[in-house]
């Protein structure tokens, strides 16, 4: 339980540190005063005052904000003008700037994270050819369940035709007729097992139900950052893709609320550090994405008032920007509250086929996300 809470403050804090950065570095590029810089909520444990900005660290390590001086929008029946150094005092773009950059710093953050992760890691193989048949996961209810297979072993024939890669072990599984021998090797021993005809589902004839085990391949510092920012753009776009075929389809999306962001920070906890830093950089791109979503009291609602006072060269009147940032908690209320009931419903009665469908959907994102030209 320790290890968990643990985990779930390495893991937010720092994209929420690097958000208000964002909006601290814009404040301070546009000549915006910055009275606080604050980590966490609730009562203040330290705090140090530098020139006039008061840097302070709460109780409550969820969240944190930049306090910019005077008000987002000046009011209208105000006497005087704004002070120069306030934030309703600059041009739209200045305003623009500052509320989007929290955002784009999110996305700076895992671009960083993705390139040094493929630096290290290396990236991995696409190509079915070149990757050999070592088994990385068995899928439960599925032939290579019932005849004992395990992560590691290496498929070296079928039906007594050697298999030497993925995709000749692929291509023989597609012509499979009746029963299947399998040969392979665990631990230097080879071993051989037959898959009754009868083993293999109806609706997935071909399917043995085994996934892929990795092969990576070394990559050039300067291919890996290019590789760090395509994941950004590649899981944003795979996200906003998602979601709007389940609107076509009339299906509810799937949305992870504060329940299952926990319970995702918590299973990975107890896995690997490279997949630990991997889920940082995962949530910056969801935090830097949902922000910029042109919703009231979000960043990328305000950006759309700063856009309209460009292209208008007036704000909208107090009333509207009032009613716009009501509507705005309203939605935002009912999408926490709709992602919590998903994650209570996902994580306590998941279908049967989840486990299997989440194994497979994983492994295509991961090679689809990393098919980048050389």
């Not at 021998?181 to 037959?194: E, K, M, P, V």
């Not at 389940?246 to 997949?275: C, M, R, T, W, Y």
Request: proline letters at 6%.
């Amino acid at each position: 339980m320790l290890l968990s809470i643990i985990a779930v403050i390495v893991v937010l804090s720092p994209i929420v540190i690097i958000h208000e950065f964002g909006h601290y570095i814009a404040c301070r590029l546009t000549g915006i005063r910055v009275n606080e810089f604050s980590f966490g909520f609730g009562k203040i444990l330290w705090h140090k005052k530098v020139g006039d900005t008061d840097y302070q660290i709460r109780a409550i390590p969820f969240g944190g904000f930049v306090e910019p001086a005077g008000p987002m929008f000046h009011p209208q029946d105000a006497t005087e003008p704004p002070k120069p150094y306030e934030f309703a005092a600059k041009k739209w773009y200045a305003k623009f700037f500052m509320v989007v950059n929290g955002a784009l710093f999110n996305y700076l953050l895992a671009a960083i994270i993705f390139g040094v992760l493929i630096y290290i890691q290396g990236r991995p193989e696409v190509d079915p050819v070149k990757i050999p048949a070592v088994v990385g996961s068995v899928a439960e209810g599925y032939p290579a369940e019932q005849i004992d297979l395990k992560s590691g072993d290496v498929i070296t024939g079928v039906n007594g035709t050697t298999v030497s890669n993925w995709k000749e072990l692929t291509d023989l599984l597609a012509e499979r007729q009746g029963d299947l021998q399998i040969t392979y090797t665990r631990n230097g021993d080879t071993l051989s097992a037959i898959v009754p005809e009868g083993s293999f589902k109806e609706t997935e004839p071909k399917v043995l139900g085994v996934t892929v085990e990795m092969v990576f391949k070394p990559v050039a510092w300067w291919k890996a950052a290019g590789l760090g920012f395509y994941q950004c753009y590649y899981w944003t776009k795979f996200s906003l893709v998602s979601l709007a075929q389940s609107f076509q389809k009339k299906k509810a999306p799937e949305l992870a609320g504060p329940i299952g962001i926990v319970n995702i920070i918590h299973k990975v906890a107890h896995q690997g550090l490279l997949d630990f830093v991997f889920l940082i950089a995962m949530l910056s791109v969801a935090v830097g994405m949902f922000n910029l979503f042109p919703i009231p009291i979000l960043d990328g609602g305000y950006a759309l008032v700063y856009l309209w006072e460009g292209l208008t060269h007036k704000l909208p009147t107090e009333k509207t920007l009032n009613v716009a940032v009501n509507c705005g908690l309203y939605l935002l209320i009912l999408l926490v509250v709709y992602a919590s009931y998903s994650d209570i419903k996902r994580i306590f009665f998941p279908p049967k086929a989840a486990v299997v469908e989440a194994q497979s959907s994983a492994e295509q994102s991961s090679q689809e996300s990393n098919h980048v030209q050389d």
